[in-house]
């Protein structure tokens, strides 16, 4: 026997044993965390803070930028300054998510030539009152920023 052939021969030895010993997690049960991957309904929302709060102790935070008027400004979390540059950020964020939709219906109707007399018939008002609260919004905004 060749040295070469007689080091394949350890090497294959030594690999094989230290496969049978390598651990996986074939064994393991799952995820330890029920109802993570539930819708975001009402009943869902329900259970899964039911879960979190049941089994470690914590409580579940609501979103700040979701609250109403008066919740939002007496959050003691975070002080003004904070809350209304969160709610910049925040709102970018969302705007962001708009901007993605409307790109990709916008492609989706010209690549498709969907014209606008194929909407249905609340859509047109739709885009228009869509349109407005744009607007406003981007009143307000200016009001913030000056």
């Not at 799952?30 to 929302?45: L, R």
């Not at 879960?51 to 409580?59: D, F, L, P, R, V």
């Amino acid at each position: 026997m060749s040295i070469s052939s007689k080091l394949k021969e350890i090497i294959d030895e030594i690999v094989h044993e230290e496969l049978e010993e390598a651990s996986t997690t074939g064994n393991v049960p799952g995820y330890q965390t029920p109802y993570a991957f539930t819708g975001n309904d009402k009943e869902s929302k329900k259970k899964k803070e039911k879960q979190a709060t049941n089994s470690t102790g914590y409580t579940v935070v609501k979103e700040m930028y979701d609250q109403n008027y008066p919740s939002f400004k007496q959050d003691e979390g975070k002080n003004s300054k904070q809350k209304v540059n969160g709610a910049i950020k925040e709102i970018n964020k969302r705007l962001f998510q708009i901007e993605r939709i409307i790109n990709r219906a916008s492609k989706l109707k010209s690549e498709d030539g969907i014209t606008n007399d194929k909407y249905w018939k609340s859509t047109g008002p739709r885009i228009n009152k869509i349109a407005e609260r744009l607007f406003k919004v981007s009143k307000k905004l200016r009001e913030i920023a000056g």
